[in-house]
């Protein structure tokens, strides 16, 4: 976002393309691992797709690499609680990359339950000459063995496995919202709607409750946990939102039960703005630490929020993400959309944010200009290699021609999940079925 920003160039590099979409189609979240190489998608299918960034082309060599398809597999199963006579769904509520410590990729993915640990790595030898066995696999008869050989790899056709290492399971009464690996790369947590849990990743039959704000006569309920993360550098501090568009900071040094926060992030409510959905749409749906870890990014139904960590009284940026819709809060109420739980991201170096809208709308914040653009991924007018026009809303009065009227917005097309790579100018954009990447136009 150096350039002006009506000049603003993105090209996209990939469609994921169905021309008929099913409900499992559905993505459900986008991760980059750490060094951007590979891209995780999660669907409400319970499947997990990778993507892997091709080498640059040698006799191209301003084309950047591509993402293609790396690996699929299907992560969870629909299954049936029969004590509580619930369905649990197979759809993927968030996918964290573990940093690579050898050959293999590790990641986590979690449905509403069930946290599992998997293990991509890849296979071009095969071993040949077993003794114990014959070629079909089955045990010989050890009377019959009268050679001994020594085995040998014999090379085959690359092939990606995904292996489930770890199931973390039966540790949550609630929905699982969250996931977030810690830095010391041995613990990690998983918030629900009243629960916090930490785990280790060698341990899977227990886990320990680090927050709990269940009240002891459910009727006196008020809040519930709606993100929560790990601080990127001290890995005693986390942070959690609420869906009273409250912050809260803890510190696992203080007391092993974090339910006494060390600060508490809010910003007074101004009384000219009271109205019925107040409550509705300060609840935060997204909390991100920045890079550095001396900020915070929160997402609520109409903002961005940035918040310092030595300021607790109020945010020191706040953006507009589509306030052209503060007028149409009724009939988002009726439709549901009012309770979608929009998420955000930062670029690599914590000075630009994007974050989500309706009608394949995505925002992109510059924290140093203060200049914003809004984009649209959408078949129609993200060809291969074009380059995306910056979008317009109008809310009343005369439209111009590159306008599009507040009336005329489809509410279904939303972009809830976003990914940026960790170094580069890359974003992967999850528009329902669709996933695009777009990149900076290399000149």
């Known amino acids: 976002m150096e350039e002006d920003i009506d000049t603003r160039k993105i090209n996209n590099s990939f469609l994921r393309d169905h021309s008929y979409a099913t409900e499992a189609d559905i993505i459900s979240t986008v991760e980059f691992n750490h060094t951007g190489e590979l891209l995780a998608t999660g669907d ?21 690499g591509e993402y293609n398809v790396y690996s699929t597999f299907q992560s969870h199963e629909p299954e049936f609680d029969y004590l509580k006579s619930l369905e649990i769904e197979e759809k993927i509520n968030k996918i964290r990359w573990l940093p690579q410590q050898n050959a293999a ?25 077993y003794n114990l066995k014959d070629e079909e696999g089955r045990l010989r008869d050890p009377a019959t063995i009268t050679t001994l050989r020594v085995p040998v790899l014999r090379p085959v056709d690359l092939m990606v496995e995904a292996i489930p290492r770890r199931v973390f399971a ?30 280790n990743f060698e341990i899977t039959n227990q886990s320990f409750n680090i927050v709990d704000i269940k009240p002891a006569n459910m009727e006196e309920l008020t809040e519930v946990i709606t993100a929560a993360e790990f601080h990127p550098h001290h890995c005693n501090t986390f942070v959690y939102s609420s869906s009273k568009g409250t912050i809260r900071l803890c510190d696992m040094r203080a007391s ?25 749409i300060s609840s935060i749906s997204d909390v991100k630490f920045s890079h550095s870890g001396r900020y915070i990014m929160t997402r609520d ?14 945010p020191i940026e706040t953006y507009q993400v589509h306030d052209y819709l503060r007028s149409k809060l009724c009939s988002l109420y009726e439709n549901d959309c009012i309770f979608d739980k929009f998420e955000c991201v930062w670029n690599g170096s914590d000075s630009v944010i994007m974050t989500g809208s309706y009608n394949n709308f995505f925002r992109m914040f510059d924290r140093n200009t203060k200049r914003d ?5 959408s078949r129609e007018n993200s060809k291969p290699r074009a380059i995306l026009k ?24 939303k972009i809830l999940h976003t990914a940026w790579h960790p170094s580069e100018n890359i974003i992967a954009v999850a528009a329902t079925n669709n996933l695009y990447i777009f990149q900076d136009k290399v000149n």
């Open 105 to 129: 990729y590790f990641l986590l993915s979690t449905n509403d339950k069930t946290v599992k640990m998997w293990k991509v790595s890849e296979r071009d030898k095969r071993p040949e000459g």
């Open 373 to 377: 653009v809004t984009l649209e991924a």
């Open 390 to 413: 910056p979008r317009k809303v109008c809310v009343g009065g005369k439209r111009r021609k590159d306008e599009i009227s507040v009336d005329s917005l489809d509410f279904s097309k």
């Open 170 to 199: 039966n540790a949550h009464t609630y929905h699982i919202n969250s996931i977030s690996v810690n830095s010391d790369y041995e613990t990690y947590m998983s918030a629900d709607d009243l629960r916090i849990n930490l785990w």
């Open 301 to 314: 139904y109409l903002t961005v929020k940035v918040w310092d960590l030595n300021m607790e009284n109020r």
């Open 256 to 280: 092993a039960l974090c339910d006494r926060h060390t600060k508490f992030f809010e910003e007074p409510e101004d009384p000219s703005n009271r109205s019925f959905f107040s409550e509705i």
């Open 44 to 64: 409400k299918g319970g499947r997990v797709v990778i993507f892997q960034r091709e080498q640059e082309s040698k006799n191209q060599v301003h084309r950047r």
